[in-house]
């Protein structure tokens, strides 16, 4: 019995690790930015992401568990020395946004609290290392990300209720925006890379592996497993764009250094400016363990010594994120940029699980890949590989 709930536990943390990366410190971030300068028409871009994170995150899951093997050891399968270039592109882009995360839970404390931002990188790595120092991290890690993430959806529902968002306007302007569609691609890119980039694409694969969820005896439970992340994450991003649209159609104008936070002041006051610290803080805090650990996940295949102290290269890896935040600041910017970041390699880690589909020394020989899911994985490859080249002579204007 305790080994099923167990096993049950780690299908509802995957899904819940894959989500609380997916909807961390970035996408508060970026999605209170971009519905201040797009409005109503930001809602085509989550509705557009979404769509694309949900080709991604099926295709991603099904080859890595059905294989057993981690996403670097895929490409080293395809090609002797891919997987080192993947895990270094990986770690990269998941330290790059862990210390946005770090950064992102100090502006949680900061608007929770009124802790100072200086003092509050240090309580955030030392919150999220608190969960490694745990003799069962994974079961802690899992336990961690689903409370905070149920505190997320309420927060922010109630923020919904308080400012009553123009849904109608919503709903006409996800499907027919009008803000001309090419001046929202920077937007997609972004957003796709900030809640389905980088190493949030194999955060909740990864947790299935280390449970032993492998192989295609396991399919239904990961398919289960991979609805129940894409579900919560849209939720919450569903939740968040309608909170702050129901602030800047009024006209406001909101505060760039830290426009979510802003965005729920303007709307509920001085209870709102406090519901988003939490709401921040839990997502920093669950985003920080999730990209520590899948981030450390891509190295422990291929080094022994990380393999044999995976515990306190995690640690070590929130340590590094923790000072080099608390040295250069200005996390807000940096967690746009590693969204954008993130969105960039994603094509290459999409591809690279696209071909191994149809590689039968990879994935078995009675395992057939679904057409469909190939076929439109093709096709965001595709329209990441576009939207990232025709972007990035966009991306320093997110900085102006």
């Not at 927060?155 to 209720?161: H, P």
């Not at 406090?274 to 985003?287: E, I």
């Not at 910017?333 to 970041?341: D, K, P, Y």
């Not at 589909?357 to 576009?386: C, E």
Request: aromatic share 8%; glycine share 12%.
């Amino acid at each position: 019995m305790d080994k099923k709930k167990s096993n049950r536990g780690a299908l509802i943390g995957a899904a819940f690790i894959m989500a609380t990366s997916a909807i961390g410190p970035g996408f508060l971030t970026q999605t209170a930015r971009f519905t201040n300068d797009f409005g109503a028409s930001f809602g085509f871009v989550i509705l557009s992401s979404i769509i694309l994170a949900i080709i991604v995150q099926l295709n991603v899951w099904r080859v890595l568990t059905v294989s057993g093997l981690r996403g670097q050891d895929v490409g080293n399968k395809l090609l002797p020395g891919l997987g080192y270039l993947l895990a270094f592109l990986i770690v990269l882009g998941g330290l790059v946004f862990n210390i946005g995360n770090v950064g992102g839970g100090a502006l949680g404390f900061n608007t929770l609290l009124g802790i100072p931002t200086s003092v509050g990188y240090f309580l955030a790595g030392g919150l999220a290392i608190l969960i490694f120092l745990f003799k069962d991290a994974m079961a802690a890690m899992d336990t961690f990300t689903k409370i905070l993430g149920g505190i997320m959806i309420a927060v922010i529902f109630i923020v919904i209720l308080i400012v009553q968002p123009p849904v109608g306007l919503a709903l006409k302007e996800t499907v027919m925006p009008s803000a001309g569609v090419s001046s929202l691609f920077s937007a997609i890119l972004t957003l796709l890379g900030g809640t389905v980039g980088g190493y949030i694409t194999y955060a909740g694969a990864h947790r299935l592996i280390d449970a032993g969820y492998t192989g295609t005896d396991n399919l239904d439970h990961v398919k289960r497993s991979s609805i129940m992340g894409i579900s919560i994450a849209t939720i919450v991003r569903v939740f968040l764009f309608l909170a702050i649209l129901g602030v800047v159609v009024k006209g406001i104008t909101l505060d760039a250094a830290n426009p979510a936070a802003d965005a729920f002041k303007q709307g509920a006051g001085q209870i709102g400016y406090r519901f988003f610290g939490l709401v921040l803080l839990s997502a920093a805090l669950t985003s920080i363990v999730g990209a520590a650990y899948t981030s450390v996940s891509f190295l422990k295949t291929l080094s022994k010594t990380v393999q044999k102290n995976e515990k306190a290269v995690t640690i070590g890896f929130i340590c590094l994120s923790t000072l080099v935040m608390a040295l250069i600041g200005q996390p807000a910017n940096l967690l746009v940029i590693a969204g954008a970041l993130n969105g960039l390699i994603l094509p290459i880690t999409l591809g690279i699980c696209l071909i191994a589909s149809q590689k039968s020394s990879i994935m078995g020989d009675s395992y057939r890949h679904p057409k469909w899911l190939l076929v439109t994985g093709i096709l965001v490859v595709l329209v990441t590989a576009y939207l990232g080249i025709t972007s990035l002579s966009n991306l320093g204007q997110l900085f102006a």
